[in-house]
């Protein structure tokens, strides 16, 4: 499964804060199946859309 990466968030952001889980929430809510992962290499929060590898999309 491959990823794409619509945006990237420091992980320190002010103390309750949440600006990649509301990010993600805003594509949802449009449509896109965005979801928010740990970054551990560069300390951020990223938030990415799931895509299918090129070998499982030939198939279908």
């Given at each position: ?48 859309v799931?895509?299918?590898a ?7």
């Amino acid at each position: 499964m491959l990823r794409t990466v619509l945006e990237k968030f420091p992980a320190g952001g002010p103390w309750g804060s949440w600006p990649a889980e509301e990010f993600a929430r805003a594509c949802r809510d449009e449509g896109t199946p965005a979801q928010v992962v740990m970054d551990l290499e560069s300390d951020a929060f990223l938030v990415v859309v799931a895509e299918p590898a090129m070998a499982e999309a030939a198939v279908h």
